[in-house]
């Protein structure tokens, strides 16, 4: 391994504004240029899930393969991950094989261990806590359609969970505002919230869907119990009074976007007819998801 800093993508937080918005620019012109350079060839990234993934999966796995390098993924428990061997002890040994690992997991103290022992860089593919991958390519996607997102109003409705604390850290470094409509049950950490005043953030917590709606740029929502949720009765009948429907979009500005990272879930977090509707875009964020992981990767590899 060089003695450079490993440019690891842990969280947004962890990141300065200039790197996050440089990923973007890149992704942006991958996804414009006609002949797609291959700045990858020959390096070799590892995939490790610990749950479920679509497209995650997916995305990093066909993005690498268009920046000219390949991928290993390993999922479940066919890895020694945690159980036969310690993470450090497995991030050592990937490091001699690969040059970058990606890691979806449940607690982030592993992806922080993972981190701490690699002599690669290490991308949280998300975990309990926060999904920055997922983020960028939201901005990638807002930006699109609505112009710079500095000074823009996004307003997010429903569990304030680990989508949502991405989207906090990325207020600040990106520099607009945030309205998160929530439960009290369900509100994002006092730490995260204290992090958002230290950094003079604009992230405002009510309990008024409609309220926060009001005028937003975007309204952002995702499932109401999520992989590492038990509690699906609870959590149904706290998050109903925020469901993003026609109502509900109504009260945004009139060409407001709607976001959702999906998987999505008809009629509960969502009308059917808001993401089917000529106001959703979560086709596009899907599909950036690769254009954004392009701009990471490419990144975290120094290229
Ligand atoms: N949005 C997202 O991360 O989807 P997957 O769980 O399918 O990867
Ligand atoms: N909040 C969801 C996101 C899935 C991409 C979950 O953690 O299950």
Known sequence: ASSRKVRHFIDIHLLDAGSLRGMLDYA???????????????????????????????????GMRQLGGEVIT????????????????TARVLSRFVDAIMLRTDAEEKLHEM????????????????????????????????GPITGKVVCWSGDANNVCESWIHAAVRFDFELRVACPAELAPSAETLEWVRRNDGRVIVTRDAEAAVAGADAVVTDTWVSMHHQDAERRHA????????????????KDAIFMHCLPAHRDEEVSTAVIDGPQSVVWDEAENRMHAQKGILAWCLNT
């Open 74 to 89: 390993l999922t479940g428990k066919e890895i020694q991950l945690g159980h036969g061997e310690t993470i450090g002890d």
């Open 115 to 146: 981190a701490e022992a690699a002599s690669v860089p290490v991308i949280n593919g998300l975990t309990d806590k926060s999904h920055p991958v997922q983020i960028m390519a939201d901005i990638l996607t807002f930006e699109e359609r609505k």
């Open 28 to 62: 942006a012109a991958l996804k414009r240029a006609k002949q797609p350079e291959k700045p990858l060839l020959g390096r070799t990234l590892a995939l490790i899930f610990e749950k479920p993934s679509t497209r995650t999966r997916v995305s990093f796995e066909v």
């Open 238 to 253: 706290l998050l109903k009074p925020y469901q993003v429907n026609e109502r509900l979009m109504g009260l945004a500005q």
